[in-house]
T-cell receptor
Framework: KQEVTQIPAALSVPEGENLVLNCSFT??????LQWFRQDPGKGLTSLLL?????REQTSGRLNASLDKSSGRSTLYIAASQPGDSATYLC????????????FGRGTSLIVHP | GAGVSQSPRYKVAKRGQDVALRCDPI?????LFWYQQALGQGPEFLTY????????KSGLPSDRFFAERPEGSVSTLKIQRTQQEDSAVYLC?????????????FGSGTQLSVL
């Protein structure tokens, strides 16, 4: 059974810092990995989707990388802003015959001015 | 529609009551997922539909939980005889096709509180 771990669980940084959020998974046989953002009391908003054949995806100040063989993905946030404060979740779709994405617990990020 | 719509946004139930949560996916989306999210946790899978077929219900915590999608669009998650441990946010997500490369789109969720 796929297990997804996100480190750190919480992070508080001053505005302007570059950040790295980590996501690890136990079964490297995956189809894709998706990063989401969740604001308090809201649903999940998709940030980036990386296919298993890809190494990274970029959108604006966000860059996500995937190292499938080592079971890891990182989300890099450049020049963080207070508006980036949210919980960041990764979800892994395993190649085990089921198309069910498995989520980590998330990293709660606070960027203070 | 423009996005995944869930209703009600909030639901307060007395222990023992039955509740029904609705999900209206993006028009034309084939796959539909229900997840349960406890406070401070990641979403936990409940059940999955491809069109009207319920292909996986392995995450439903007990036989008090029942989900349907009779016409392959709107889905309803029903919880019978609610218990306090059912208190959580229930999230619905849809994707365009059955496939490995499809992006998930989530609704805002229904926050269920059982008193």
């Amino acid at each position: 059974k796929q297990e997804v771990t996100q480190i750190p669980a919480a992070l508080s940084v001053p505005e302007g810092e570059n950040l790295v959020l980590n996501c690890s998974f136990t079964d490297s046989a995956i189809y894709n990995l998706q990063w989401f953002r969740q604001d308090p009391g809201k649903g999940l908003t998709s940030l980036l989707l990386i296919q298993s054949s890809q190494r990274e995806q970029t959108s604006g100040r966000l860059n996500a990388s995937l190292d499938k063989s080592s079971g890891r993905s990182t989300l890099y946030i450049a020049a963080s802003q207070p508006g980036d404060s949210a919980t960041y979740l990764c979800a892994v779709k395993s190649a085990g015959g089921s198309y069910i994405p498995t989520f980590g617990r998330g990293t709660s990020l606070i960027v203070h001015p | 529609g423009a996005g995944v719509s869930q209703s009600p946004r909030y639901k307060v139930a007395k222990r023992g009551q039955d509740v029904a949560l609705r999900c209206d996916p993006i028009s034309g989306h084939v796959s539909l997922f229900w997840y349960q999210q406890a406070l401070g946790q990641g979403p936990e899978f409940l059940t999955y539909f491809q069109n009207e077929a319920q292909l996986d219900k392995s995450g439903l915590p007990s036989d008090r939980f029942f989900a349907e999608r009779p016409e392959g669009s709107v889905s309803t998650l029903k919880i019978q005889r609610t218990q306090q441990e059912d208190s959580a946010v229930y999230l619905c997500a849809s994707s365009q096709r059955e496939g490995v490369d499809e992006k998930l789109f989530f609704g805002s969720g229904t926050q269920l509180s059982v008193l």
